[in-house]
């Protein structure tokens, strides 16, 4: 008889519950879809960056730097010694207020340097400064003429100090520092002295600086006075404001410097006799004002181009002495 064969034990397998089931019907797929592979498919590529062009910039264009003309103070001359510094004093005050610009002295006669001289020295362009008080000769002549004979030299005549408010506040301190009172009375008179020219426009530019100095003093009557080619004189000017009731009398200069005129002017005061202008704060400021007003007529023209050579700044002044250079 046959042995019979033996019966091996079967594997038993515990029963999975729900959870179980789920999490190994989940790995099976997962093994299994990751080695299908689909007909024509493609993963997606990671886009390669983009390439930014790098930005052009566009060169950088230096304006030009525009060199401030020179500016030339024009004074008249004196024999007296004295004149030289106190004008040389004045243009320190004025390089002071303005650093950096040139500033050039030229003299109409009598000193050095001569006006065209300092013109010679010059090139590119310019803008004369006359410490002159009205529109005179000198002015209207002279001045034009001087630039005229510079032909390397563009440039403008600036309008002469006088008549302007900052004149007046000069002068009205020269007063009081030779002691004229402080408050207006009815006895008290100023003769503003000028230099004097047979042009009427002078004139009239010295009648207007008496009536804002006159403002500037409360009401103070001041009448004007020439030391030549004009009337009338000091003298003259102080019997009239005698005559008027007036017995305390000053005299009051447009001068800049110490000279003879203002040395006869300051003689004929019966009362006190202001000094010159001088470096008075007020007068530095008013060069520089001319020289801007001069610079904003010619502001339309390119430094390269010469400009007309006029005086003044009204139409009608700058007409009367015009030449071009």
Not at 53 to 65: C, G, K, N, Q
Not at 100 to 105: D, I
């Amino acid at each position: 008889m046959t042995a019979p064969i033996p019966h091996l034990p079967s594997a038993s397998y515990a029963p999975l519950g729900t959870g179980d089931l789920a999490a190994e019907i989940t790995a099976q797929l997962s093994s299994r879809l990751c080695q299908v592979r689909l007909r024509g498919f493609r993963p997606p590529e990671t886009p390669a960056p983009a390439r930014v062009a790098p930005a052009r910039v566009a060169p950088t264009r230096v304006a030009p730097t525009r060199v401030a003309p020179t500016l030339v103070a024009v004074a008249h001359g004196s024999r007296d010694p004295r004149a030289l510094p106190t004008v040389r004093a004045l243009l320190d005050r004025v390089r002071a207020l303005r650093p950096g610009l040139a500033v050039r002295l030229g003299h109409i006669e009598l000193n050095r340097p001569l006006l065209t001289d300092t013109l010679a020295e010059l090139r590119g362009t310019a803008v004369l400064v006359p410490l002159l008080f009205g529109r005179g000769h000198h002015v209207t002549h002279d001045l034009p003429a001087a630039l005229a004979a510079a032909p390397q030299l563009s440039g403008r005549i600036a309008a002469p100090l006088g008549p302007h408010p900052l004149l007046a506040e000069a002068l009205h301190d020269r007063l009081r520092e030779a002691g004229f009172p402080e408050a207006p009375c009815p006895r008290t008179a100023v003769v503003l002295a000028a230099a004097g020219s047979r042009a009427p426009r002078s004139a009239q530019d010295t009648e207007r600086t008496a009536e804002l100095l006159s403002a500037r003093l409360g009401g103070t009557p001041v009448l004007p006075a020439y030391a030549s080619a004009a009337a009338p004189t000091v003298a003259d000017a102080v019997r009239t404001l005698t005559a008027r009731g007036h017995d305390r009398i000053a005299v009051a200069g447009c001068f800049t410097a110490p000279g003879r005129f203002a040395a006869q002017c300051a003689a004929a005061a019966p009362g006190p006799a202001a000094e010159p202008l001088g470096d008075h704060p007020a007068l530095a400021r008013l060069v520089l004002h001319r020289y801007d007003q001069a610079l904003r007529y010619d502001q339309a023209l390119p430094y390269g181009r010469a400009p007309l050579a006029g005086t003044g700044c009204d139409p009608e002044t700058a007409g009367a002495a015009t030449v071009a250079v």
